[in-house]
């Protein structure tokens, strides 16, 4: 069975500083994504990581992925307040992109404070 | 921009009632998911598709039924809620690697 395990699972961190949330999965796979959810709301995709050394970068957000590892990491760099939320990784088990759905983190819920 | 739907975003229903959660998409995605997630939670998948007449049960055991009869429709039935039940519900479809998500159904079962 395959396990995706994140952590932290709850960060505080002030405006300013930076910090990694760690992905740790179980199997092989050279397929993982990185989203985004607020309170209440929908999934947002952050980054899509499809090979080993895959690195992506959106603002002050930075996903890479190393399949040898099963590690992915999502780095914050000089946090705002905006960023707060919660952030999952999920893997594709079949490396088939998806086709049989993503198994999920428990998620990093995140909270920048000024 | 991708473009799916789910109906209706909130439902509060019942005991024994029997519901159906909609979801469509207009990009014409063979594949589609329904995951569960509770608040706070991960999200667990509960059925999926990989095309018309194509469907199959995900990892998390549910009591919920699912169809695919056209490309861009895949609804959720409950034949008879059970507070249980209560969750939010996530319809997606991808393609080319990428899975999109709906809005959500938010359930809550009296």
């Known amino acids: ?114 | 921009e991708a473009d799916i739907y789910q109906t209706p975003r909130y439902l509060v229903i019942g005991t024994g009632k029997k519901i159906t959660l909609e979801c469509s998409q207009t990009m014409g995605h063979d594949k589609m998911y329904w995951y569960q997630q509770d608040p706070g939670m991960e999200l667990h998948l509960i059925h999926y598709s990989y095309g018309v007449n194509s469907t199959e049960k995900g990892d998390l055991s549910s009591e919920s039924t699912v169809s695919r009869i056209r490309t861009e429709h895949f609804p959720l039935t409950l034949e008879s809620a059970r507070p249980s039940h209560t969750s939010q519900y996530l319809c997606a479809s991808s393609a080319y690697n990428e899975q999109f998500f709906g809005p959500g159904t938010r359930l809550t079962v009296l």
């Not at chain 1, 999934?43 to 992506?56: P, R, T």
């Not at chain 1, 040898?68 to 594709?92: M, P």
Request: include cysteine; hydrophobic fraction near 35%.
């Open chain 1, 1 to 114: 069975e395959l396990k995706v395990e994140q952590n932290p699972l709850f960060l505080s961190m002030q405006e300013g500083k930076n910090y990694t949330i760690y992905c740790n999965y179980s199997t092989t796979s050279d397929r993982l994504y990185w989203y985004r959810q607020d309170p209440g709301k929908s999934l947002e995709s952050l980054f899509v990581l499809l090979s080993n050394g895959a690195v992506k970068q959106e603002g002050r957000l930075m996903a890479s992925l190393d399949t040898k590892a099963r590690l992915s990491t999502l780095h914050i760099t000089a946090a705002v307040h905006d960023l707060s939320a919660t952030y999952f990784c999920a893997v594709d088990p079949y490396s088939g992109g998806g086709a049989d759905g993503l198994t999920f983190g428990k998620g990093t819920h995140l909270i920048i404070q000024p």
